[in-house]
């Protein structure tokens, strides 16, 4: 079974790889800088500021706006983590001096490049993390007056997958591992009834009984999966169960993983004040940590040693020189001497690392990080040696199954324990592949949903039922199309509108009940031919936006402020990143409302807001709904609001468009919710 799963996966990675290596450059080379910036896929009119000595011996640049230009950076859809390049823009470079001999080190003829990794990021300042051995000509940049940097596609992923596919095909017959054999089916699942280890006292005090159930189940078996809709409390689940297993097994360390950092970093930020801090380790490349978390980060604990630091300070002087070298021999004599200094702290931080992952008891870091050297190294001295016991795999339905393998892999016969949480209802892992129905479906097929296949009776499935989020009126839906009406709403939350916020307005009308602070499902019906949607020519994937839709989100926010609903309480979502873009634009650039999130549904995930509104764009003479269709994503959208749910769509376009789960959707709304239907004239 093994074989056929890594055949399997390793054809559909490198696919996908290819996919995504195309689309990037497809895009970076057929459109223009502008529209790449436009696209929020790069970002121009910045300068070198500074290049500085960072973690484990990294060279840190710091990027400006150009000032001539604009007073601060436009940073678009680049964020914290990014793999991007940095290009000098075509433009004459400060100095008199004929444009510079373009130093060996660029990548290809002509072009002069670095690349790097997104360490720090705002208005004013970006700071990218440079891969090994390009100080030479980072320090070229100096002497242009415009930079720009590009997202690039982050291969590295890709690499690690297939290497760890490789090696699970490498497995002979009989598996030792008994993680793995539940993984590749060799093993029966028979859950442990005796209650012998359960939790005598649960440190929190609030767990409900599904929540208590789950950790039980957890502690006492050795293969868990904690099913969590949205609201019901996987990570506060998750924490208590951690503390139960620290207090059971002192002795033994937890390997905690999840798909992205911010996953990780919300366990690790809710565990700080609940564990002993040195018991705590995070792994990861620091620029993609919580500022929160840096302090628990294996790269700045690691730095604290003294003789590292003075190592560090050492090589900042050497590079503060090399700016004042204007002789090209002399400046490469002053790198090679700088490569010697960061030799020797590279040496010295890894033994502190050893010291401080031996001293931990808690290791946090994403899927790919747990195949990290610094982890891996402690098996190079004693292949044997016992470094973990219980593997953790939060959201796992937001991995591709590879990643979940990486941990597995790389630390072979450690675990004598998994457990998963997630929810295979809401965002599957984002593919690329979009020409190959096979590989879409071997990549977004989870290890939850392959495991649920493994084990139809589904013991080691623990479901959390009650959910702490949303008014029942918004739950009841998700809960009957996606969760067999299992859902419950707690009694804090079951009945909340907006107009239990403080300071919001009690209308005059405060005894009519169809104002809209006391009414938690809205639904303005665009249906007909006056609400048209637009393809959008700029923004190149194809994109989609619709002005009336528009038009009457703009209506609904401002009936929401004239009863002083706060802006941070409003969300608005969108499936079409150009409706999103011009929604933005709209909302604020021009009424000024910059405190009202908008953003694409994936930008939501795991996120929360007393109201959301979602327009959903589509409405043509086909009844086509592109998108729309993939539920799961629908799902996550309609389960984000805590006390209002508003959509603006055309009901009878979802009624027509063949999907079944779209139809039932709009028919349920049309007999519970408050359905408007606004005319176009009223908004021209
Ligand atoms: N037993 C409980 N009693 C009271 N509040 C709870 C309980 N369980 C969870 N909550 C609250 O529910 C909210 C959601 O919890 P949490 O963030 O752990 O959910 P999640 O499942 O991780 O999030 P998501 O909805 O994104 O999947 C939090 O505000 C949490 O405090």
Redesign the pocket.
Known sequence: MNKELAAKFLSSISHEREQDIEMTSRLLTTLSLQQLVLNGLAINNIHLENIRSGLIGKLYMELGPNLEINDKIQRGDIKIGDIVLIRPAKTKTKTKAKAKKVPEDSSEEGQVECSGVIYKMNDNQITIALEESQEVVATTFYSYNKLYILKTTNTITYKRMESTMRKLSEFGSLIQDKIIQYLTNERPFIPNTSQSQNAGFFQNP???DS?KTAINFAINNDLTIIH?P???????TLIELIQQLLTKQPEKRILICGPSNISVDTILERLTPLVPNNLLLRIGHPARLLDSNKRHSLDILSKKNTIVKDISHEIDKLIQENKKLKNYKQRRENWNEIKLLRKDLKKREFKTIKDLIIQSRIVVTTLHGSSSRELCSLYRDDPDFKLFDTLIIDEVSQAMEPQCWIPLIAHQNQFSKLILTG?NKQLPPTIKTEDDQKVIHNLETTLFDRLIKNFPKREMVKFLN?Q??MNEKIMEFPSQSMYHGKLLA?VTVANRLLIDLPNVDVTPFDDDDDVDTKLPLIWYDTQGDEFPETADGATILGSKYNEGEIAIVKEHIQSLRSSNVPQESIGIISPYSAQVSHMKRLIHDELKLTDIEISTVDGFQ?REKDVVILSLVRSNEKFEVGFLKEERRLNVAMTRPRRQLVVVGNIEALQRCGNKYLKNWSEWCEENADVRYPNIDDYL
Do not use: H
């Open positions: 609030n767990l409900n929540q969590g949205p609201g019901t409390g996987k990570t506060f929810d009650v702490y989020r707690d795991g």
